[in-house]
């Protein structure tokens, strides 16, 4: 029995010196994410993972329930449909046409209000937050300099970099976007108790901004951080003023935090249901107008929606032109899709575990999505 003790006070100890000098080492987010992850059976991210962070409440107002097709569920998805959401684990499918339920199904425990991390998709609504707080005066538009508002931004270019370069994906920032580098700075941003001090200590602006196009979170980040600072509001409570209860949410969403009464993390995490997810492709299906109410210039959604740098992304959009019409669209790193289809008056809201991976810019499983959805609705 002393042998076992000795043992297990080493064992302790050794564990005490190992995480002193994960903190010590500046590294101390992997704590968090190794917590968040490996020991709770999960090898990243995952769409349940809010559990493990701070969270701030998107708050809805009066709901708007929405309307259901007199063909709601009547038909079967297609075989290769079917195999599809087996194969990637989703647990979310709904397909609005014309402003009304069409088709719904969920899996593996999950409902209607189910809430579930949409990761990347957020970067829209980041951008859509963007445009509303040029609407209400706060920016005086999407060309306005970076460094009005995060004076402390570095790098050679940091003078030039705008609202514009951030939304577009052509900040010309020093940062790497990699999702299995435990050290990388995505992870950091993902885990870190302090995203502020991070990017503006650790992300300079080295190219020469609107020049290349790359996809960073880190651009996405400081897009939030100036609407922030722009409109003295945290980004959830901005986002249930501008677009939460003017959509008519029926439930309230969650934004992930960095540490408790922290800063949001604007490049990812808004929290919420696939039915209220839906209300980002209706509003956007309707060029900001929402039940009659105009929430984003109709000018800035045509704008957001046609091709910038790269004729597959727009401002905080993805673009799509590889079906006989043209399709934009939300997306998040296990397959989170917000689909519009405007020819067909068409939003397909998919939620899961997985994706496949892309092929050129585009994930496989999208693309069957979109293709199995226009034959079928």
Known sequence: MKTLFSI????????????????LSGNGYLLKGVWATYLHGEKSASIGDARFFNTR?????????????KNYNKMELSEELQNLHQETQSVAFIVFKNDSIQYEQYWDGYSDTSRTNAFSA??????????????????????QKVVGFLPE?????????????LSTMTAGLDFNEHYTDPFCITAQMYYT????????????????????????????ELLGMCIIKATGKHLADYASEKLWKPMG????????????????????????NARDFGRFGKLMLNHGNFNGTQIIDSAFTATATTPYSEPFYGHGFW???????????????????????????????????????????HPEDFLIIVGETLKQF
């Open 153 to 165: 931004l570095k790098g050679a270019f940091s003078n030039q970099l705008t609202l514009r370069h």
């Open 57 to 69: 409440t998107v708050e809805a107002g009066t709901p708007q329930p929405w309307p259901i097709s």
């Open 8 to 23: 297990l006070k080493w064992v302790i100890l050794i564990l005490i010196v190992l995480i002193l000098g994960i903190k």
């Open 193 to 220: 108790n302090d995203v502020k001090n991070l990017m503006l200590r650790k992300v300079p602006v080295t190219q020469k901004p609107g020049t290349v196009w790359e996809y960073q979170s880190g651009a996405t």
């Open 122 to 143: 957020t970067k829209s609504i980041t951008t859509l937050l963007a445009q509303c707080a040029i609407q209400d005066g706060y920016f005086t538009d999407w060309d």
């Open 319 to 361: 673009l799509c032109n590889d079906f006989e019409t043209p399709v934009f669209y939300q997306r998040g790193i296990l397959g989170q899709y917000v689909i519009v289809i405007p020819a067909k008056k068409i939003v397909v809201v998919r939620m899961g575990h997985k994706r496949i991976d892309p092929i050129d810019r």
């Open 249 to 272: 949410a029926q439930r309230n969403a969650m934004w992930h935090l960095d540490s408790k009464n922290g800063t949001e993390m604007a490049f990812c995490c808004f929290n919420t």
